[in-house]
């Protein structure tokens, strides 16, 4: 597509309960990466994958959180017994190669209330 | 995880006169350098790049300084407009493709009209 596209814009949830953000990357761009955003706050790290290397995990909050991207294009990421401290926007960007040159295409994100 | 910023420093300006929003890095290897806007609601949109190679590159209305001796990156924009109110973040990143693209704090850039 023209862009990354991430759905749903938004989710509402009840505590405890599972939920699962998709995210489709530009056709042809390899590197896949997550982010999560609180209101007002910077960017947490929280996953990269690139081509068919393992992921980097190194920035998942905890075992609830859970990341996999299906032949190398559509990325799916899933939180476990939602707590409100999930609540944020979460962010995917893509890029063409490994090293972000000319940038990465940030999707709108996915607004994650936990009620 | 690794977390970039906890309540954004904003730089409050009059419209027509130029804004500086700085950056310091904080890995000596890195050689490839972004700026990104972001605005409510929207995810973060690439403005400019710069490589190690270079000290100064611009754009329409946007200069991008690097300092690598202090590690320090900076992003002016001449004749700030309304439009250009939002969070401002820079990103570094090997060229060759050695880590992960680190992202800064980010800067809140408010424009007075």
């Known amino acids: 597509g023209a862009g990354v596209s991430q759905s749903p814009s938004n989710k509402v949830t009840e505590k405890g309960k599972d939920v699962e953000l998709r995210c489709d990357p530009i056709?042809?761009?390899?590197?896949l990466y997550w982010y999560r955003q609180s209101l007002g706050q910077g960017l947490e790290f929280l996953i990269y994958?690139?081509?068919?290397?393992?992921?980097?995990k190194s920035g998942l909050p905890s075992d609830r959180f859970s990341a996999e991207r299906t032949g190398g294009s559509v990325s799916t990421l899933t939180i476990q017994r939602t707590q409100q401290e999930d609540s944020a926007v979460y962010l995917c960007?893509?890029?063409?190669?490994?090293?972000?040159?000319?940038?990465?295409?940030f999707g709108s994100g996915t607004r994650l209330t936990v009620v | 995880g690794e977390s970039v910023g906890l309540h954004l420093p904003t730089l409050s300006v009059q419209e027509g006169d130029n804004s500086i929003i700085n950056c310091a890095y904080s890995?000596?290897?890195?050689?490839?350098f972004i700026w990104y806007k972001q605005e409510s609601g929207k995810g973060p949109q690439f403005i400019i790049d710069?490589?190690?190679?270079?000290d100064k590159r611009q754009g329409q209305r946007v200069t991008v300084l690097l300092n690598k001796t202090v590690k320090h990156l900076s992003l002016q924009i001449a004749a700030t407009q309304p439009g250009d109110s939002a969070v401002y973040f820079c990103?570094?990143?090997?060229?060759?493709?050695?880590?992960?693209?680190?992202f800064g704090a980010g800067t809140r850039l408010f424009v007075k009209a």
């Open positions: 056709s042809g761009h390899t590197a």
């Open positions: 890995n000596s290897a890195s050689d490839y």
């Open positions: 960007a893509s890029s063409l190669g490994r090293t972000g040159l000319y940038g990465y295409t």
């Open positions: 990103a570094e990143n090997m060229a060759a493709g050695g880590f992960k693209t680190i």
């Open positions: 994958f690139q081509g068919n290397s393992a992921p980097d």
């Open positions: 710069i490589r190690s190679n270079m």
